[in-house]
């Protein structure tokens, strides 16, 4: 049996030349745009991972159990944290204070209590559990550690959107604080809860030990 062999079209290559060029320059900038915001992503993750910080704001929780809103003041040092929550007429409500060792939550009847888990503390004292642990870092917009289940960034490298430890948290607004932006809006969800952060102040600080002057 004979086979004829195929001949290429001598216009092919010139008629298909624009749209492989129309294609090139449209993909490449593009994937170039995808690696730039992630290697921002990146850097921006590496210059808070080590940051103390001060933020100030309000804090609204809505669950199965009801709803519940505070002015939160939170210190950050290292894995040392403090964090006030008030009524909104100013009045404390609880301060939590720990590290990844424990927690002590102080009630204004005086009492202090003790955990190695501060959201199942704050949910039996309170009545809703956030999770600290993720949040100290989700709320600077960068991930938790361990696997992140998906993420959004934007052209600057910005947390957009964070799947993480069964949240999903979504970050609405950003405002620079010296040479970096940090959150100014951040909502979480999760199965029958959900945690809305509005942040009104932030601090970016050197070292410290949370409740003592620096």
């Known amino acids: 049996m004979m086979f004829s062999t195929l001949r290429p079209f001598p216009g092919l290559a010139a008629l298909l030349l624009p749209f492989f060029i129309t294609a090139c320059a449209g993909f490449a900038p593009e994937q170039r745009d995808a690696?730039?915001?992630?290697?921002?992503?990146?850097?921006?993750?590496?210059?808070?991972a080590g940051m103390s910080w001060i933020l100030s704001g309000r804090v609204a929780v809505k669950s199965a159990q009801g709803s519940w809103q505070a002015i939160l003041t939170w210190r950050q040092v290292a894995d040392h944290y403090a964090i006030n929550f008030q009524s909104p007429f100013g009045q404390?409500?609880?301060?939590?204070?720990?590290?990844?060792?424990?927690?002590?939550l102080y009630l204004p009847d005086d009492r202090v209590l003790t955990s190695d888990d501060p959201a199942e503390l704050l949910r039996e004292q309170l009545g809703w559990a956030v999770p600290v642990a993720g949040l100290r870092s989700w709320v600077a917009g960068i991930p938790a550690d361990g696997d992140v289940a998906g993420k959004a960034i934007d052209d600057k490298g910005r947390l957009r959107r964070l799947d993480q430890q069964g949240w999903s948290i979504d970050y609405a607004r950003y405002a620079p604080v010296g040479n970096i932006d940090m959150p100014g809006r951040v909502r979480l969800k999760r199965e029958g809860m959900s945690i809305r952060l509005v942040i009104d102040r932030w601090e970016l600080r050197g070292d410290g030990v949370p409740g003592q002057k620096t």
């Open 92 to 104: 404390l409500v609880a301060r939590l204070m720990g590290d990844d060792q424990g927690v002590s």
């Open 35 to 48: 690696a730039h915001a992630e290697r921002l992503w990146e850097m921006r993750n590496e210059a808070l």
